[in-house]
């Protein structure tokens, strides 16, 4: 039906940046929002960012003014930019998408990918 890809994630320093991509294919027909989630060891799996089909942005309180959101819809493709990166940004990224398909609206997962900010 809807498959979600996840990369972009990998080991850096305090300081540094990656971006994160998370494409979604299968039977599409509008995408009513994508988010971010991380989930680090022993902890629950919080909300990151979200965007709407519009545009419309939300992120947590912790990456305000170093992370930025963005989607593609030509491409069915959310971004992460992660500028800043601390050490406690350390966890699994999990894309999410809520997404109108041929069977309905439905909310997809990916993989997830490991994002590592160590000295």
């Known amino acids: 039906q809807v498959q979600l890809v996840e990369s972009g994630g990998g080991l850096v320093q305090p300081g540094g940046s990656l971006r994160l991509s998370c494409a979604a294919s299968?039977?599409?027909?509008?995408?009513?929002?994508m988010s971010w989630y991380h989930q680090a060891p022993g902890q629950q799996r919080e909300l990151v960012a979200r965007?709407?089909?519009?545009?419309?942005?939300n992120y947590e309180d912790s990456v305000k003014g170093r992370f930025t959101i963005s989607i593609d819809n030509a491409k069915n493709t959310v971004y992460l930019q992660m500028n800043s990166l601390k050490p406690e940004d350390t966890a699994v990224y999990y894309c999410?998408?809520?997404?109108?398909?041929?069977?309905?609206?439905?909310?997809?997962w990916g993989q997830g990918t490991q994002v590592t900010v160590s000295s």
């Open positions: 999410n998408a809520d997404i109108l398909g041929r069977a309905g609206r439905n909310r997809y």
């Open positions: 965007i709407t089909g519009g545009g419309t942005t």
């Open positions: 299968g039977s599409i027909l509008g995408i009513y929002a």
